[in-house]
């Protein structure tokens, strides 16, 4: 993160001082002036000339009366036409040049086409400020069997999105030289928060694999943890978002509400998708700048409860093994001993090598019960023991049934496994049986 703001940070230098110690009087194109910019003596209608765009940056430098040259975004002016070009795109704007609005209803749709049924590109908040550019021929919006008196107007908002908005919930004032009110209401802006929204942020959101382990019985502990959770915290003013492979926190100052069942955070990359009371879609973009979509739930189950219980069953399923042995031998694949502590030592498993366990494998390591095994398998094995060999990478799993006198053991190299739990059995297993071996040392 630091990287990248260091390199933001190079690039705006290095762009500001090629504006202003390079930059040549050549225009490359003539724009009109869209939303006020009173602190250069500049009001919407106003026509200056553009030397750079920079789409860096997102700012076009334009110059002004007194031969200064300034920086304005992107969305404040129309796109650099010639001169003469540039006259006749000014004639569209000049009748609602100083027009501005306040929005009367929160909520307000901004759409894509003068339609009441087109999309909706932008939800506006009341009391929120809009610039008129211009009037447009739509389809007339009616409420019941009355048609309601307004015009469909092009608008600009603040953060430079345009659409088409009836005119019916606005209240239209000029503007003086200064940008400020001329006449009409003065309708302050409300600070609601949305029904949906609060109900999300009232909530912590895991994801939607936890459902789905839960309901199968099929725990995987390395992606089940109580801390993956996305959560808005509206009194500490913060938001997290922590799963197995992303950990953020942002400083939560808002959200634009972009849809009925959508919001954006404001300056944060993630927009929350609402699909039902206790399912939300998060789209996230990383530092890379791809897009992602996570599912979230609501978990009604108490997750440290379920974690334990499944560290119980592996514990439990290990030490059964361990306790009917703990030392197994076999005439053709050698001596087998588990230990209480969950490691294991293995001599003379040569016949295995290497279509189950590799050449570089020592005699010892570690040892756990970690998978589940599907109904179907239960019928004739107690489990998956997962054995990991010192000087090896790859884990090897056995399906275990502990017999009366011994361990039959079978190899689940290829077996098909779905999550946490083994579903099928490899095509062609070896199996290896030992015996247990007594007390005093002889095999039973």
């Not at 009109?32 to 430098?61: A, F, M, R, T």
């Not at 300056?267 to 009371?277: E, F, H, L």
């Not at 060999?389 to 190299?413: I, K, S, W």
Request: proline residues 3%.
């Amino acid at each position: 993160m630091k990287r990248f703001f260091s390199s933001s940070l190079i690039i705006t230098i290095l762009f500001s001082t090629l504006i202003f110690t390079s930059c040549k009087d050549k225009v490359m194109g003539w724009s009109v002036v869209l939303w006020n910019i009173p602190e250069s003596n500049l009001q919407s209608g106003d026509v200056v000339p553009v030397y750079i765009k920079s789409n860096i940056s997102h700012v076009y430098v334009i110059g002004l009366e007194d031969g200064k040259k300034i920086e304005v975004p992107l969305w404040q002016l129309t796109d650099p036409l010639s001169k003469k070009k540039n006259l006749k795109s000014k004639v569209r704007y000049e009748e609602y040049a100083r027009t501005y609005a306040s929005v009367k209803l929160d909520g307000l749709p901004c759409r894509a086409e003068p339609v009441n049924t087109a999309k909706q590109v932008y939800r506006l908040r009341k009391g929120e400020v809009i610039k008129i550019l211009y009037k447009g021929k739509g389809q007339v919006v009616m409420a019941g069997k009355t048609a309601l008196e307004g015009d469909w107007f092009r608008i600009l908002t603040k953060d430079g999105t345009q659409g088409w908005c009836f005119s019916y919930n606005l209240n239209l004032y000029e503007t003086d030289v200064t940008g400020n009110q001329l006449g009409g209401e003065v309708i302050a802006e409300e600070e609601t928060e949305d029904v949906v929204f609060t109900e999300i942020a009232q909530k912590i959101w895991y994801p939607d694999y936890f459902d789905t382990m839960i309901k199968s019985n099929n725990i995987d502990l390395s992606r089940m943890h109580p801390s993956f959770n996305f959560r808005i915290d509206t009194e500490n003013k913060k938001v997290s978002l922590n799963t197995k492979d992303i950990h953020e926190t942002w400083d939560y100052k808002g959200y634009t509400k972009n849809d009925d069942r959508e919001f954006a955070l404001t300056d944060i990359p993630v927009v929350i998708i609402s699909r039902r009371s206790n399912f939300i879609v998060l789209r996230y973009t990383g530092e890379d700048g791809k897009p992602q979509e996570l599912d979230f739930v609501t978990i009604d189950a108490d997750l440290n409860e379920i974690i334990e219980n499944e560290r119980t069953r592996r514990s439990w399923s290990y030490l059964q093994i361990w306790s009917r042995g703990p030392v197994y031998t076999s005439t053709n694949y050698g001596k087998l001993v588990f230990d209480e502590d969950g490691s294991f030592q293995w001599s003379n498993f040569r016949l295995l090598v290497p279509s189950v366990i590799k050449s570089t494998a020592k005699n010892a390591g570690t040892a756990q019960v970690k998978y589940t095994i599907s109904k179907s398998l239960a019928q004739n094995y107690d489990g998956v023991v997962t054995l990991k060999f010192n000087g090896m990478n790859e884990e090897v799993n056995f399906l275990y049934r502990l017999e009366d006198d011994g361990l039959r053991l079978e190899d689940a190299t290829s077996a098909k496994i779905d999550g946490n739990q083994i579903k099928e059995r490899s095509a062609s297993p070896i199996i290896v049986y030992f015996k247990r071996q007594s007390s005093s040392g002889s095999a039973q």
